[in-house]
């Protein structure tokens, strides 16, 4: 468990980091090759740390119990929660600029893509914790909803899923052991 809190934390300082990268560079009105230099490495190794984290949630998922690793992925969600509010708003201003300048609205349409995609990495990355902690629960006859696998992919959504199941899974175990 510890080498998925590790990479947790890492993940969360590549995201902050992208960020970081933006705020910096617009409101010291520096040119934007701080916003690639910076926030493009990031995204990069953002990717390839949520694909380490599908590989070892997958692992975990047979060796851990359903709780340590649902409190994993919950606590992780919060703590991207002013991630994706900043992201969000930096987003704002990036599609004004491109709606408001003539010529720039189809690079919009090339950008927002690429954006989402760096955006639901860290979703992504959290969610297949909380995916482990759903099958760590099947496998101890623990009886889960399949909705809540489908929550759990879902942007903001994922984060009240992980709520309800760290809520649900202490009495559901509990059940189980008096029944």
Not at 9 to 18: E, F, H, I, K, R
Not at 44 to 57: E, F, M, Q, S
Request: net charge positive; proline share 4%; with cysteine.
């Amino acid at each position: 468990m510890r080498p998925a809190r590790v990479l947790a934390a890492a993940t969360l300082l590549c995201t902050y980091g992208m960020v970081g990268c933006a705020v910096y560079s617009f409101v010291a009105r520096e040119s934007l090759d701080l916003v690639f230099y910076g926030t493009l490495p990031l995204t990069v190794l953002c990717g390839l740390l949520c694909v380490v984290h599908i590989v070892l949630a997958s692992h975990l998922a047979g060796r851990e119990e359903a709780m340590p690793l649902c409190r994993l992925a919950l606590g992780w969600k919060l703590l991207e929660a002013p991630y994706f509010l900043t992201n969000f708003v930096l987003w704002l201003l990036v599609s004004g600029a491109f709606l408001v300048v003539p010529g720039l609205q189809l690079g919009l349409v090339a950008v927002l893509p690429l954006a989402a995609l760096a955006t639901y990495l860290p979703v992504l990355s959290s969610s297949v914790y909380q995916l482990a902690a759903i099958r760590a629960a099947g496998k101890a006859d623990v009886a889960v909803r399949k909705r809540h696998i489908v929550l759990s992919l879902l942007f903001l959504l994922d984060t009240i899923d992980a709520i309800l199941l760290w809520r649900i899974l202490p009495r559901a175990e509990k059940e189980r052991k008096q029944g």
